[in-house]
């Protein structure tokens, strides 16, 4: 079994700053691309960012800018500093893992989420 636990959320002015992490652990052979994804109340869940397990990132364009994903694969974690936030980046955000539970076996795992609140 492989669980994704998330941190870091919270309430935050706008303006501010928040980082969020999130740890892969259990029966992991290796981890392929990790990711954050959020889901604002009455809207579909959206994707924020991805990054490989070379380091390659990809973001929401409307986020470039703002937004950074980071990984540290010694540890299984991906992280997302999130600077300058607005009210309209209240959400649950849900880290997302590729894993590779034995070689060529990949499951997409989900964590729990995790909520930010942006007041303005």
């Known amino acids: 079994q492989v669980q994704l636990v998330e941190s870091g959320g919270g309430l935050v002015q706008a303006g501010g700053s928040l980082r969020l992490s999130c740890a892969a652990s259990?029966?992991?052979?290796?981890?392929?691309?990790m990711g954050w994804y959020r889901q604002a109340p009455g809207k579909q869940r959206e994707l924020v960012a991805t990054i490989t397990s070379g380091g390659s990132a990809n973001y929401a364009y409307s986020l470039q800018g703002r937004f950074t994903i980071s990984r540290d694969n010694a540890k299984n974690t991906v992280y997302l500093q999130m600077n300058s936030l607005k009210p309209e980046d209240t959400a649950v955000y849900y880290c997302?893992?590729?894993?590779?539970?034995?070689?060529?076996?990949?499951?997409?795992?989900w964590g729990q989420g995790t909520q930010v609140t942006v007041s303005s």
């Open positions: 259990g029966s992991i052979f290796s981890i392929n691309t």
């Open positions: 997302n893992a590729d894993v590779e539970i034995t070689p060529y076996n990949i499951v997409a795992y």
